[in-house]
C-alpha cells in the first residue's frame, strides 16, 4: 500500500474542501472497498478523506411517505430496517444477498454506490485495463469472461457492475443526493452510474469534491409487492452471476407499476424499460413474464464465457415475477 | 498482449513515507486504553497483532473474503485486515483473547465450540467464535437455514461446518429460551 495523507472531516463543507485541495483524493467512510483496492495498490490517492464523523446515518421518513438513507448508514443497519423490510423488500434482500454479515457492518450506502468493478484484470493491477489505465485495452474481451456483463459493454469495458443494493435502488426509482461546494442536487438512479463507453475509468454522474449525503426512495406504490432473486456460485458470500429486482402492483387484476431491474449482467445497475413497459396493463401470466423476460435480454452481446446469463437471467426474471404475483396476492 | 507496468499512467505522486503525518489514536483493546501513533496506511488488523499481540486475530485472505480476522467494533463484528487503524480511533474493540470473562471462565459460544468439536487445524476458530458473538447481538433467527447465512463472513478450509454450526445453534437457542423466560417473569 502506497502512504497517503489522511485527514478526518466532521461537515459536508469541509469534507469537500479538503478533498478539492488535493488532485488525487478520495473519501473514505466503510472502507470495504477503498482498503481493499489501496491494498492491491490499484487505488492510489494520495489523499483519504474521512466522512465517518459527518452526521450523515439515520433514516428519516419523508413526507411523502418516502425515505432518506444517510449516506453513512451501515448496509446491515438499512437491511433490518423495519420500514425497509416492509414497503421495499427487494431492497433489504438485496442488501443481506450481498457480502457477509461482517462486511454489511462495516459497508455504507454510499459506499455501495460507489462500489468499484469485481473484473480480475482490473484487480490485477498489470494486465491491460481501460478502466484502470485509460487507453491499455481490455484483458477481459478474449480473455476470461465468465463473470462478465452482457448488457450496456462496449468494446472498451465488460466489467460487470458487482453490487446487490443498487439493482434494488434501481427499481425502487431511486435518487442519489450529492452535495458539494457549489450546492446540492439530487441525480435520478439511472443517470447516477455511467456506461463504459470510450470512458470506462468514468464511473459516475458526479463532480470532483462532491460528496454523496444520502439517498432518497420515493414512497412504496399502493399494493405493490417487490423481490429480489440472485443467481451465484455458492449459496451465501459470493456476487451475482445473475440478479433480478421486480416490483408490481395488481390494479383490478392487471399489472400496475412495474419495475424490473438486473445486475450481475450489466455494466451498471440495469433497469429493463421495455419488459416493464410488455407488462404494463397486462393480466400476469407465465407467457407474459416469458415475453418480458425475453425483451429485458435482447441486445445482450455475450462472449464465449458468459452466454449461459442469458438464459439465467431470463429464468430469474420470470421466477422473480411469479412470486412478486405472489406477494401481491398475500397482501389482500 | 501488451502488459502494462504498474508504475505507468496517468496517476497522481504518492507522498513519501516520511511527508505523511503520523495518527495518534486512543482505543480500548479488551478493556485496556491503548495510545499508540500510527501512519494513515496502517490496517487495524497489523496493528491489533504486531502492537498489542492480539494474535488470535488472524491474517487469511488481508481481503475481507475469509473472516479469520473478526473482531467487535464497539460490539459490532467487522473484518479488522479492511480497516485503518486510525478508523478505530475512539472504538471499544474486543478480540478472542478478550472474550472469556477476567476470572478465565470460558464464553458460552468458547464452551460449545469445545463441547462439540467444531474445528480442526483451527486456524479460522478465533474468527468464527467472535463472529458467532457477534452474531448473538443480530436479529437473525435460530433456524439451520438462518444461522447457516449468519456465519457465511467465515470460512472453514477443513469443512468443521457441521459442529460449528451446532455449536453456535446450542448458544443461540439457550439464549433465546433466556430471554423468554424472562419475558415471561416480567
Redesign the interface.
Known amino acids: ?6 485527514e478526518r472531516a466532521s461537515t459536508v463543507e469541509e469534507a469537500c474542501s479538503m478533498s478539492t485541495e ?3 483524493s478520495c473519501f ?1 467512510a466503510g ?2 472497498t477503498l ?2 483496492l ?2 492491491l ?1 490499484v487505488m ?3 489523499k ?1 478523506v ?1 466522512v ?1 464523523n459527518v452526521d450523515m446515518d439515520t433514516v428519516d421518513l419523508l413526507e411523502d411517505g418516502g425515505i432518506l438513507i444517510g449516506a453513512n448508514v451501515r448496509n ?1 443497519d438499512l437491511a ?1 430496517h423495519q420500514k425497509v423490510r416492509r414497503d421495499y423488500q427487494a431492497l433489504s434482500e438485496a442488501l ?1 444477498s450481498g ?5 454489511r ?2 459497508a455504507t450506502v454510499a459506499g455501495n454506490v460507489m462500489q468499484r468493478a469485481r473484473c480480475p484484470y482490473f484487480r490485477d ?5 481501460n478502466k ?3 487507453g ?2 481490455c ?1 477481459a474481451l478474449g480473455g476470461y469472461a465468465r463473470s462478465h456483463a452482457v448488457l450496456g459493454t462496449s468494446e472498451h469495458c465488460i466489467a460487470t457492475h458487482p453490487s446487490d443494493m443498487c439493482v434494488a435502488l434501481a427499481a425502487f426509482e431511486a435518487k442519489v443526493r450529492v452535495e458539494g461546494l457549489a450546492g446540492t442536487r439530487d441525480i435520478p438512479f439511472s443517470d447516477f452510474h455511467l456506461l463504459p463507453g470510450d470512458r470506462p475509468d468514468r464511473e459516475h454522474a458526479i463532480d470532483p469534491g462532491e460528496l454523496i449525503t444520502g439517498v432518497v426512495l420515493p414512497p412504496n406504490v399502493e399494493g405493490a409487492s417487490s423481490v429480489y432473486l440472485k443467481s451465484r456460485d455458492r449459496a ?2 459470493e456476487f451475482a452471476l445473475a440478479s433480478a429486482a421486480v416490483s408490481f402492483a395488481l390494479v383490478e387484476g392487471r399489472i400496475a407499476a412495474a419495475r424490473i431491474a438486473l445486475g450481475g449482467v450489466a455494466t451498471k445497475p440495469w433497469r429493463a424499460f421495455e419488459a416493464e413497459n410488455c407488462l404494463e396493463g397486462n393480466e400476469p401470466s407465465s407467457e407474459l413474464y416469458e415475453e418480458a423476460a425475453a425483451l429485458a435480454m435482447e441486445g445482450a452481446i455475450t462472449q464465449p464465457d458468459n452466454a449461459y446469463k442469458v438464459p439465467l437471467a431470463r429464468g430469474l426474471i420470470v421466477r422473480a415475477l411469479a412470486i412478486a404475483r405472489e406477494r401481491v396476492e398475500a397482501q389482500v | ?4 507496468n ?1 508504475d ?10 516520511e ?3 503520523q ?1 495518534s489514536i486512543e482505543l480500548r483493546v479488551n478493556g485496556r486504553r491503548q495510545v499508540v501513533a500510527v ?3 496502517e ?1 487495524l488488523l497489523d496493528t491489533l497483532r504486531e502492537r498489542f499481540a492480539c494474535t488470535g486475530v488472524k491474517k487469511g485472505c ?3 473474503q475469509c ?1 479469520a480476522c ?1 473482531i467487535l ?1 464497539d460490539g ?4 479488522a ?4 487503524s ?2 478505530a480511533e475512539g472504538c471499544d474493540l474486543r478480540t478472542i483473547e478478550g472474550i472469556a470473562s477476567e476470572n478465565g471462565e470460558l464464553h458460552a459460544m468458547q464452551q460449545a465450540f469445545l463441547d462439540h468439536d467444531a474445528f480442526q487445524c483451527g486456524y479460522c476458530t478465533c474468527g468464527q467464535i467472535v ?1 458467532a458473538v ?2 448473538l447481538n ?2 437473525w433467527s435460530a433456524d439451520p437455514q438462518s444461522l ?7 470460512l472453514c478450509r477443513c469443512g468443521a461446518y457441521r459442529n460449528i454450526l451446532a455449536a453456535v445453534s446450542d448458544v443461540k437457542r439457550a439464549g433465546n429460551r433466556r430471554e423468554a423466560s424472562r419475558d415471561e417473569d416480567l
Open positions: 500500500m502506497k502512504p497517503f495523507h489522511y488535493s488532485e488525487e473514505l472502507g470495504t482498503i481493499d489501496l491494498k495498490n492510489r490517492p494520495a483519504v474521512d465517518r446491515s433490518w443481506l457480502a457477509s454479515p461482517q462486511l457492518n462495516m493491477n498489470y494486465s491491460p485495463c484502470r489505465s485509460p491499455s485495452g484483458a451465501s458470500y | 498482449m501488451k502488459l502494462i504498474r505507468e499512467g496517468a496517476l497522481a505522486r504518492s507522498p513519501s513515507s511527508e505523511v503525518a495518527t501512519e494513515p496506511r490496517v488481508d481481503h475481507g473472516g473478526t467494533l459490532r463484528r467487522v473484518n485486515c479492511l480497516m485503518l486510525v478508523m463472529s457477534g452474531m443480530e436479529p447457516a447465512e449468519s456465519m457465511s463472513g467465515n
